[in-house]
């Protein structure tokens, strides 16, 4: 199976762990966030699967709405993380 990358510019390093880590693929296959409950600017507040709420900040507003697009894809199954991981400031989601 074919995998593709993409990347998010955070903050710094710990919201860039942060980020590859909430969107880690679950032992259900799926990942942990529920959905992205708002942008302000460049941060970006979403809910987990536990009803939890984390803010992320990213580098711009741009990446901020770059993650929303991605994730709305993510969510209507037209692609599949297969696995995160995160250098410096930027998170790497590996899709297929």
Same mark, same amino acid.
């Given at each position: 199976? @074919?995998?593709? +990358?993409i990347?998010?510019?955070c903050?710094?390093?710990?919201e #860039?762990?942060? !980020?590859?880590?909430?969107?880690? +693929?679950?032992k259900? @296959?799926s ?9 302000i600017?460049? @941060?970006?507040?979403?809910? !987990?699967?536990?009803?939890s709420?984390?803010?992320i900040?990213l +580098?711009?507003?741009?990446? #901020?709405?770059? !993650?929303?697009n ?5 969510t209507e199954d ?7 991981n995160? @250098?410096q400031d930027r #998170?790497i989601?590996?899709f297929?």
């Open positions: 199976m @074919e995998s593709n +990358k990347e998010f510019r903050l710094d390093s710990y #860039a762990e942060k !980020l590859a880590s909430i969107f880690s +693929k679950q259900d @296959e990942i942990f966030v529920s959905e992205i409950v708002k942008i600017d460049s @941060e970006i507040v979403v809910r !987990l699967r536990d009803g709420h984390h803010s900040l +580098k711009n507003f741009e990446t #901020a709405k770059k !993650l929303h991605f994730f709305n894809i993510v037209k692609v599949n993380v297969l696995h995160t995160y @250098e #998170a989601f590996y297929s």
